[in-house]
Each structure stands twice: as C-alpha cells, then as structure tokens.
C-alpha cells in the first residue's frame, strides 16, 4: 500500500465528514472488503461517490453500455472514496457536452487542435474505451462478447477532435489516482495462461509501436504499469490502422497525480536503466513517441477556468485537494 493512498484517506475522510454533497447517511462508515472504513461511503450510498450533477447521467451512461464499474456495487460505483474510476468519471465526465471547455483544457497541450467532435451518443467524452474490433485478439469472457471495464484492454476514456490540418484524431485516455504497483511479473496468470503468447504476434511486427530493439526482452514489459501501457499503446495502434471513426491518428495520454510518488517507480528490473520514472522510460520504448503524452493532473487542470463550470471546479477543490491544482 502506498504513501500517497494513505495521505488521500485521510482527505476523503475530511470530505465526507464536511461536504454539504455528502448526505448525513452517506457520512457514516462504509463497509469495504468485509470491514468498515471511514474512508468509504454506506454501499447502498455509493453514488454519492460521485459529482452530484453527473450522478444520474453518469449511471445511466455505464449502464447503457455495459460498463462495468471497478469494484462497483451492482450497477453503482466504488463506494471507496479513493476509487481511481470515480476519480477519473468526477474530473472528466462533466466535460462530456462541455466541448468548448474540452477545448479550453487540451489545446495547451495539442496546439493543432481546431475543434471537438463528439465520440459516442453525441458526448464529447466517452469511457471505457475498446475499439470497435477486437483489435489485440483477446479472449476474456466465456462467452465471447467483449466487455467494457472487464476482461478487455480497456482505456478509461477517449476524445476525438479535428485538427487544424484537417486530420481527425482519437485520444485515449489513462487515468491514475492512488496506484501503485509492485515489481512482479504478470506474465503467467493464476490459471497458467502465459500472456505473452496472446500480445506476441502484434509485438513482433515491424511496425509494432514498441521499437524491440530497446526492450531487453519481451517477458521485460509484463510488469505495471507497463504491460497497461503496452496493450493501451497496441490499442491505440491498431485503431490507428484501422481508421477508427475515420481518425487518422490515435494516441495515448496518461494522466496522473504528480504528488504520486509510488506510481512513478520503474518496476521492471531491466528497465531500471532506461529512466527515472515508469511513464518516462515507456515514451523512451516507442517508435513513435507522438503517440504518447503523460501529464500531471495539476498541469492539466491547474490554469484551467470556464463560467459554466464554477461549480464543478468548487467541488473538485474540495474534494481533491492538492491533485487539482
């Protein structure tokens, strides 16, 4: 467990006790993996987990596309306060019929943005993302259908916007809040399957977007978070390809805390030597490093200000203190 989780604790315990969008019920502990915490919401209460003005709206979405909520309660979400999925739905679900706001927030960091575009039910945001194909030829369900947030490379949202030369590009967006993660293989599951034969037909490609020449050696990817990054990346290209929403360019931003010292560690033993930080030694790995982006939450949303959202930016400050800005 993390430093920064259990300093993020103690703030979401703050929250709970003094919010006025918290409800006196919703105030009590939560019971969490069979114990109670103060840091977690009552269960039947877990969708004040969320912004108040998205709760309905935001259920309504995961549900009409079958989204599963990380350790959601039924169709509700995480009733722990420092859940990484409701953190990511709470900044970036507001934003979904906000393009001009979208705008506002991106452009600093992709300058040939000219326009929003909507990616999925007229929305400007959509989550959980994971193609339209199955791209990566996994097989995590019984029966064959592909879920969103369960059992597929999933991407925690995507934005689609037209550029100023007229290309269309798709960003898919990794979300981190609390993570952290230790250095262990998951090359082999608990079942006995070996991961890497799934991903190795795509890795060994001469385009792949990983340059080989710079990995050690292929088992050296399948530790957190660079297995995520490298399946996300492999997402991102094959959508690419493929033309995904007639997109011509598909990238990957990760998003993380940068007060997070514990998600930064290089886990990967053989990767040590390539950087200081996980997200720096994975934009070193690419062929083309365009296609990814990594940014702070403070750098992202720290300037940033837009009058139809005051009250979202109150909450926001409220709730996450010193990740916001």
């Known amino acids: 467990m993390g430093k920064f989780l259990e300093t993020e604790k103690h ?12 409800s006196q019920a919703a105030k009590e502990d939560g019971f969490f993996r069979d114990k109670p915490r103060p840091f977690c919401l009552p269960q039947y209460l877990s969708v004040e987990n969320l912004f108040p003005p998205i709760r309905e709206t935001a259920i309504n979405y995961f549900h ?24 990511g739905v709470n900044f970036l679900f507001p934003f ?33 993302w994971i193609g339209a194909e199955n791209y990566l030829a996994e097989h995590g369900s019984k029966d064959g259908q592909r879920t969103r947030g369960a059992n597929f490379t999933s991407n925690d949202a995507a934005v689609f916007f037209e550029r100023k030369d007229g290309l269309k590009q798709i960003v898919l967006i990794e979300w981190k809040y609390t993570e952290s993660y230790s250095p262990t293989s998951l090359k082999v599951t608990k079942s006995g399957t070996d991961r890497t034969q799934i991903y190795l037909p795509l890795y060994e490609k001469a385009d792949c977007i990983v340059d080989q020449n710079k990995v050690p050696t292929f088992e050296d990817l399948f530790y957190e978070p660079f297995y995520q990054f490298f ?29 997070n010292l514990d998600f930064k560690r290089v886990t990967s033993p053989a ?50 203190p010193g990740i916001f800005i």
């Not at 703030?11 to 918290?22: P, V």
């Not at 909520?69 to 953190?87: A, F, L, R, T, Y």
């Not at 940014?295 to 400050?317: A, P």
């Open 11 to 22: 703030k979401q315990i703050y929250f709970k006790k003094t919010s006025a969008s918290i």
């Open 96 to 128: 979904t019929d906000q393009p001009g706001a979208l705008e506002k927030l991106l452009s600093p960091y992709y300058p040939d943005l000219a326009r929003m575009l909507p990616i999925e039910d007229g929305c400007y945001v959509a989550f959980e």
């Open 271 to 320: 990767l040590l030597p390539l950087g200081s930080t996980a997200t720096e030694v994975w934009h070193s790995l690419l062929r083309h490093p365009d296609r990814f982006l990594s940014l702070g939450t403070r750098q992202l949303y720290g300037s940033f200000g837009h009058d139809e959202m005051k009250d979202w930016k109150q909450y926001m400050l409220e709730r996450y």
């Open 64 to 87: 009409n596309h079958q989204i599963h909520w990380h350790q959601g309660i039924k169709e509700m979400p995480s009733n722990h306060m420092c859940d990484s999925m409701v953190c």
């Open 231 to 259: 399946r996300q990346q492999l997402l991102a290209q094959e959508m690419e390809k493929a033309r995904e929403l007639e997109a011509d360019k598909v990238s990957l931003l990760h998003i993380a805390p940068e007060n």
